[in-house]
C-alpha cells in the first residue's frame, strides 16, 4: 500500500505506507474459519514486523457473508 505518484506524500524511494494481507473463504469450517485464517494472515506479517510499517488484515467469508478487517 502506497501513495501515487501524483500524491503530495509520494516518495519513489520509499513509496510503502503499509503492509496488507487479503484472504478469501468460500464457506466457512471449523478447520478453516475466520478466526484460524486471520490468526494465519497475522503470523505471515512477522517477517515484515522490523519495517514499522502498519498491516492490515482483511478476511472475506463469501457463503454468509462476512468480513474481518483489522490494524496490526
Known amino acids: 500500500m502506497g501513495y501515487d505518484d501524483k500524491h503530495q506524500k509520494y516518495n519513489p524511494k520509499n513509496f510503502l505506507t503499509a503492509r496488507l494481507e487479503i484472504s478469501g473463504i468460500n464457506i ?28 492490515y488484515i482483511s478476511i472475506v467469508e463469501h457463503s454468509t457473508p ?7
Open 66 to 72: 462476512k468480513a474481518h478487517f483489522s490494524k496490526k
Open 28 to 55: 466457512e469450517t471449523l478447520s478453516n474459519s475466520l478466526e484460524k485464517r486471520v490468526k494465519v494472515k497475522m503470523m505471515q506479517t512477522v517477517p515484515s514486523d522490523d519495517t514499522a510499517l502498519p498491516a
